[in-house]
């Protein structure tokens, strides 16, 4: 058979499982495409979950990433901005990090993760007085219960006493639910 005849032999061949009733190319269920099926994943990941676990990770550029995700999925409230923040505070931009947590704690005044890591941001930046002053609201936000925010709370106010103290001056980030970061070293701005 020729070029030609294999393409008429094909078309052929179409036209007639159009026409087959039990499927083929038919329309009898509706519509000339093909089933929908399963979608490959009936949910994404949380945004907020996947940044979490970057950041535990020390991935904080991913992690940032995938917090904005988080805002464009269901919008800018506290927890995202909390996230946000405390990215940008471990990749070092404190600036960027003071804004966004003072945003979180203007959006909701009683959310003890945002004013923590505003006390951390703080403490970076040498504002130790506003520092203690965010911990202890942050412990009190939080009734005691984190012992994260109540060693922050500690070391802050040993550094306020005394401005050459230094030992342990690792400062815990904290977020909604559990686990913690901690912050092995933040790089000052330029």
Sequence with gaps: MGGKNRIWAALALMALAACDSAGGLGTSDGGGFAPAGRPLFEQSVDGLTVGHRLMAAGEYELALKAYLRAASEQGVNVDVLSAIGSANLALGRLGQAEEILRRA????????????????????KGHYGEASRVFKLAFALDSGQSAEIRDNLTKALAKLENPEYSEDETFRLVRRGRGFYQLLETPKDP
């Design 105 to 124: 704690t203007e959006a909701d005044e009683t959310f003890p993760p945002a004013w923590n890591n505003l006390g951390v941001v703080l403490m970076e």
